[in-house]
Every structure is written in structure tokens, then in C-alpha cells.
Antibody, heavy 123, light 109 residues
Framework: QITLKESGPTLVKPTQTLTLTCTFSGFSLSTSGVGVGWIRQPPRKALEWLALIYWNDDKRYSPSLKSRLTITKDTSKNQVVLTMTNMDPVDTATYYC???????????????WGQGTLVTVSS | QSVLTQPPSVSGAPGQRVTISCTGSSSNIGAGYDVHWYQQLPGTAPKLLIYGNSNRPSGVPDRFSGSKSGTSASLAITGLQAEDEADYYCQSYDSSLYVFGTGTKVTVL
């Protein structure tokens, strides 16, 4: 049974750096093909993909946020960490982490999601 | 920032059939990448509904079906039920990056 859970601050100030941790169970991030991604959703708005890290440490970032994002993994702890620098009120959103299954290489999707964590950016 | 376009809303009476379109381009859906669909009930995390254009994960009712043609894809819900009232998102792949649709709110009249 795959589960993921996001953790981190609920409130950050503008210009601060946000650090979110995704702790997962039921799979290993050392299994070929597996990935863990981050997706966010501002209140009453659409989903926006942010970043993803693969089992082989390959990392992908949204072009519009690439300069502000860093994604890392700790396979021994079953954790993936996302940092986002220079936070702004427009970054207020629910942040989700999700599992990309070890499937055929042409299928890129998320089959399990965490419950999400709401991050508010305000002074 | 979404590169996949969906209608903002669709509605239908219980029992009816509704469809949601997802329009992309030659760099994503048109490049041969598969389309996946997620259902987001109010106040909850998205849930995978369709993967690989037309495949349903275990537990998803067969009232939900997906298709893809050219640079577009569609999600159909037949026999609409009150519990289907939710937001629906398509998702694909573009230049080694994941992309989501603009989202569609389905209202059951």
C-alpha cells in the first residue's frame, strides 16, 4: 500500500525559503522507473506541476520556477524534499507530492497522491 | 501557465452523458504522449481516474472512459451520478516535463 504525506510550515513570510518534505511508504525510490513529484494548487485554481525526481536522481523542474526550486531525495529515509526560495504571496497554495509509477517509459503520470499541505505566504 | 486547455465547466442531469475535452499541441498530446485524467472531489487531493488515454485503475467505475485523437483527448462520464460532481484535470507530457490541464468543474443538475 503506497502512501505519501507532506510536511512543512503552514505560514512563511515573503522572501523566505520554503522547505517541504514528502515522507512515503510502500515503495522504494531506488526502484527503476519510480519518481516522486510535487504539484501545487492555489486556492480555487488549477493544478500546477513543480518538480520531479527519479530513482536515478534525474531531476526535472517547471521552467517558470526552475530558478527557485530544488528537489532532493533521501532513499534511506524514504523522503523527498522540495525547497522554494524567495516566497511570495502568489505562492500561497496547497502543495502535494505524488508517486510516479515504475511503468513503461512513455507513461508519465501520478497514481498516488499525498493529502496536501496548505502553505500561506504572508507577512 | 497550463498548456492543456479544458472547458471551465460542464453540467448534466443524473443519468446523462457528459464529455470533457483536453486540447494540447504538437509538443505534447500530438507528439504521441499519453493523456491521463484526475478527479478532485471538493476539499480532497486529486485521484487518478484514467491513465494511458483509456485505462481505468482498479476501483474506478466503467462509467468513466477516455480517448485520444490527434492533439486532443476526451473524458466521458456516462450515467452521471451526484457523486461525480467534482473538478477534473487532464495531464500529459511535454519536452520532458509534466503538464496539467486548466481543469473542468462538473456539475450534476
Amino acid at each position: 500500500q503506497i502512501t505519501l504525506k507532506e510536511s512543512g510550515p503552514t505560514l512563511v513570510k515573503p522572501t523566505q525559503t520554503l522547505t517541504l518534505t514528502c515522507t512515503f511508504s510502500g515503495f522504494s525510490l531506488s526502484t527503476s522507473g519510480v519518481g516522486v513529484g510535487w504539484i501545487r494548487q492555489p486556492p480555487r485554481k488549477a493544478l500546477e506541476w513543480l518538480a520531479l525526481i527519479y530513482w536515478n536522481d534525474d531531476k526535472r523542474y517547471s521552467p517558470s520556477l526552475k530558478s527557485r526550486l530544488t528537489i532532493t531525495k533521501d532513499t534511506s529515509k524514504n523522503q523527498v524534499v522540495l525547497t522554494m526560495t524567495n516566497m511570495d504571496p502568489v505562492d500561497t497554495a496547497t502543495y502535494y507530492c505524488a508517486h510516479r509509477p515504475a511503468t513503461v517509459t512513455t507513461l508519465y503520470y501520478f497514481d498516488y497522491w499525498g493529502q496536501g499541505t496548505l502553505v500561506t505566504v504572508s507577512s | 501557465q497550463s498548456v492543456l486547455t479544458q472547458p471551465p465547466s460542464v453540467s448534466g442531469a443524473p443519468g446523462q452523458r457528459v464529455t470533457i475535452s483536453c486540447t494540447g499541441s504538437s509538443s505534447n498530446i500530438g507528439a504521441g504522449y499519453d493523456v491521463h485524467w484526475y478527479q478532485q472531489l471538493p476539499g480532497t487531493a486529486p485521484k487518478l481516474l484514467i491513465y494511458g488515454n483509456s485505462n481505468r485503475p482498479s476501483g474506478v467505475p466503467d462509467r468513466f472512459s477516455g480517448s485520444k485523437s490527434g492533439t486532443s483527448a476526451s473524458l466521458a462520464i456516462t450515467g452521471l451520478q451526484a457523486e461525480d460532481e467534482a473538478d477534473y484535470y487532464c495531464q500529459s507530457y511535454d519536452s520532458s516535463l509534466y503538464v496539467f490541464g486548466t481543469g473542468t468543474k462538473v456539475t450534476v443538475l
